[in-house]
């Protein structure tokens, strides 16, 4: 890993359609549903519509066998109380941004929308944010008596929706988009594939060569409109970059320190995986 650095690979009209931010921390005793609404009124003025969804289970980024991850299968525990408290969702008039809290986990995307198209930076706009927000809910549990959150989890994600730009137009066509493949599937049946499903995982790893997260990479083909009605839907490839792991230090600062290195290993990742005549289509910045 290399010193974090904001001279990155740039796009003036990249295909990014959400980043997710978020952080995960032990569950906190006390912590219920109803705090979840007196946390609302400090934001209801910016997000005034409140969805509820399945919480998400916990996840945390382990180093077994070198560097590659476990592989559980189905695991069955006990339920307790507060695992039936639901996840909230808290959303800005626009339907743009969001926040998500459970009662282990705070986070805050932003998602492409026809009213807002260009994708705000990440140094300027989204960390911002992200720090700006949970720096209120710490408020709120502060003044509630909670204790700090024992942060374990943080988490980038950029979810991009790759289409055609005239440079590829069947799914086999893979070797236009992503470096490393050959579309040299064949004839027959084996020369166009219905779908794609591609997954790999790469060591995260500290400064001094330890492990402190994973890397996680999605390629998915589907067919999407991007929301705008009647518009036709297209071939698209839908690509997640994830990273996952460790807080680097104590408190929001390790928080911030895992961010920023995620977003330069997702940024760079990505520019080198996709291809060249893809990064003219969404107009690369020198």
Not at 139 to 154: G, W
Not at 215 to 233: N, R
Request: charged letters at 25%.
């Amino acid at each position: 890993m290399t010193a974090v650095s904001r001279k990155f690979p740039s796009f003036s009209r990249p295909p990014i359609v959400e980043v997710v931010t978020g952080v995960q921390f032990q569950k906190i005793p006390g912590l219920h549903a109803g705090h979840f609404g007196l946390f609302w009124d400090q934001v209801r003025d910016r997000f005034p519509q409140v969805k509820h969804q399945q919480p998400l289970s916990r996840t945390v980024e382990r180093q077994v066998e070198g560097n590659l991850p476990s592989r559980h299968g189905i695991r069955l525990q006990p339920m307790a109380a507060e695992d039936f408290v639901p996840r909230i969702w808290f959303i800005d008039a626009g339907d743009c941004e969001l926040l998500q809290m459970q009662i282990d986990r705070f986070i805050r995307n932003w998602r492409k929308r026809p009213t807002n198209a260009a994708y705000p930076r990440y140094f300027e706009t989204i960390r911002p944010a992200f720090e700006k927000d949970l720096g209120l809910f710490l408020e709120f549990l502060a003044r509630e008596k909670f204790s700090m959150p024992v942060f374990d989890q943080c988490e980038l994600t950029y979810i991009n929706h790759i289409h055609s730009e005239g440079v590829w137009d069947e799914f086999a066509q893979l070797d236009r988009v992503f470096a490393g493949w050959n579309s040299g599937y064949g004839t027959g049946v084996w020369s166009d594939p219905e779908s794609v499903a591609v997954r790999t995982s790469h060591a995260l790893l500290g400064k001094n060569g330890e492990f402190v997260g994973r890397l996680h990479l999605e390629i998915d083909s589907a067919f999407t409109s991007e929301g705008v009605a009647g518009a036709a839907a297209e071939r698209t490839f839908v690509m997640k970059l994830i990273a996952r792991g460790q807080p680097l230090g104590e408190g929001v600062a390790g928080i911030f320190s895992f961010l920023d290195l995620a977003h330069e290993q997702i940024v760079r990742g990505f520019d080198r995986i996709t291809m060249p005549q893809m990064h003219a289509a969404w107009g690369a910045e020198k």
